[in-house]
């Protein structure tokens, strides 16, 4: 069987790395080369950390994707950058698996509709610790039951985006369950700004950022005499990596985008 070909965008990153581990471990995929802006060397190999794991940097991703003919992007920058990567890539005829959250609702249809014309697949996944989607799919259970909620979600204080895909993934996934309805004393007024978070169709999304914290979340249900809580946390970066090769292997049979890993998840 062939192997996946595969360009990592964001090597250096915590999450790149734990994915250039995963891809070299792999005897189904071959990393073919890898998106750098630093450039500080010319193969991934000579950077701390990576002895041993040998592909070519780029600086530029269409140089990289005319040269070294991926299957697949993997893509872990940051917002602007993943989207003008998922971008080129579809217009290359690469199929991306984008872990880069902070994507608006208009990207999101924009690579939709890049994904139709060029009948090429794209997974999207806010979120790739298969326990989180657990949490995020038992949340919209617990919502036909219990209609007020709250969502508390936790991370490092480097992310960028707030609240997190996470959050606004499962709030949108409750919402599909929950009639729309207005949390909280309907003269509630906020003291300092921000107090009460931010607000999807009523529901409160509240984000911590905190050294020492990975991507944790809590989704809060609560009714007359009782509260439901569903939590989970992310110890590791390692803890995504099965989602992401999971991905892979998905993208290569899909010819839509997916949003979400719980639509590949069986
Ligand atoms: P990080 O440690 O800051 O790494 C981001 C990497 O992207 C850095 O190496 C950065 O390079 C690189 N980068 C940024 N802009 C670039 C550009 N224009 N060209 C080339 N490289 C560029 O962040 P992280 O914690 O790994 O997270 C990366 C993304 O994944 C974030 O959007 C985060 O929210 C998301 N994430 C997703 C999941 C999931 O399960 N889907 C889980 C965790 C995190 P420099 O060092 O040069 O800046």
């Known amino acids: 069987m062939e192997k996946i070909r595969i360009v990592i965008a964001g090597p250096r990153g ?9 891809v070299h471990e792999t005897n189904s995929f071959e990393l073919v080369g890898v998106i750098d802006r630093k450039k500080e060397h010319s193969n991934l190999n000579e950077l701390e950390g990576f002895t041993g794991i040998s592909a070519p940097i780029y600086v530029e991703m269409e ?3 005319v040269e070294t003919k991926p299957d697949v992007l993997i893509d872990l920058t940051s917002p602007e950058t993943g989207m003008f990567h998922t971008r080129l890539a579809l217009n290359h ?10 994507f608006s609702n208009e990207d999101l249809l924009e690579l939709e509709q890049l994904c139709e014309k060029s009948g090429l697949g794209c997974i999207i996944a806010p979120n790739f610790a298969v326990g989180a989607i657990l949490m995020m799919k038992f ?5 036909k039951y219990f209609d007020d909620v709250e969502i508390i979600e936790l991370h490092h204080d480097q992310k960028l985006d707030a609240p997190s895909g996470t959050a606004i993934k499962t709030a949108d996934m409750i919402s599909k369950v929950r009639p729309s309805k207005e949390q909280g ?4 007024k906020e003291t300092h700004m921000g107090a009460r978070g931010a607000n999807i ?3 409160r999304i509240h984000s911590v950022r905190l050294p020492g914290l990975i991507a944790h979340q809590q989704v809060m249900f609560g009714a007359d005499g009782q509260t439901l809580s569903i939590r989970h946390d ?3 970066r390692a803890s995504f990596m099965s989602g992401v090769k999971l991905s892979v292997e998905q993208v290569m049979k899909l010819d839509v985008l997916v949003y979400g890993l719980e639509n590949i998840l069986e």
């Open 14 to 22: 915590r999450m790149g790395q734990e994915a250039v581990k995963m």
């Open 63 to 65: 140089n990289c994707l």
């Open 234 to 236: 992310s110890f590791n």
């Open 201 to 203: 169709d009523g529901m």
């Open 93 to 102: 005829g690469v199929r991306p698996v984008v872990g880069t959250t902070g």
């Open 185 to 188: 004393h309907p003269n509630e």
């Open 139 to 143: 949340s919209q259970m617990a919502a």
